[in-house]
């Protein structure tokens, strides 16, 4: 469906929709399938606010994307979906020695001192840090910032 309505950029957006009628019969529960994903593919009642075209969510206006119904010529139209920015990568670990390293955990940064136990290594301690300690942290004079989750150390049993 689709690929079909893709085809149909540049028409009537009032044709292509009694052509799809005119073969899906609506009384039949996959007609009514049919047109369900129609109505979700197809955006309508596109508006221009401050020059970008936007539809009505549930609360606000947001911009238009894929396949819409032009508001001034009644066309099909197409607008390219936006490209979310890639996440940012979050620095959130310091690791200092097998013993110690800091995290931070909830925006707080925390010291821990761990201890290795049947080949596992445990929390000991957990201390909040504090100002002076946070700024020492976030310049790089205790070692350099990196993302727990792609840390190759030791997997902690606990936090």
Known sequence: MRRYLRRQVGRLWDEVYAGIR??????????????KHVRSEVTQGVVFDRG????????HLLPVEGLYVDPSTGLLCYAPRRRCPAPVEELDLVPVSDTEEYRRIGGLWYRFELARRFERRVVQSKRQCGRKMIRLIESGALGPLVNRSRHLGWRLDEE
């Open 22 to 35: 005119a073969r899906v019969d609506a009384r039949s529960v996959l007609g009514l399938h049919v047109l």
């Open 52 to 59: 970008v075209l936007s539809s009505l969510g549930f609360s």
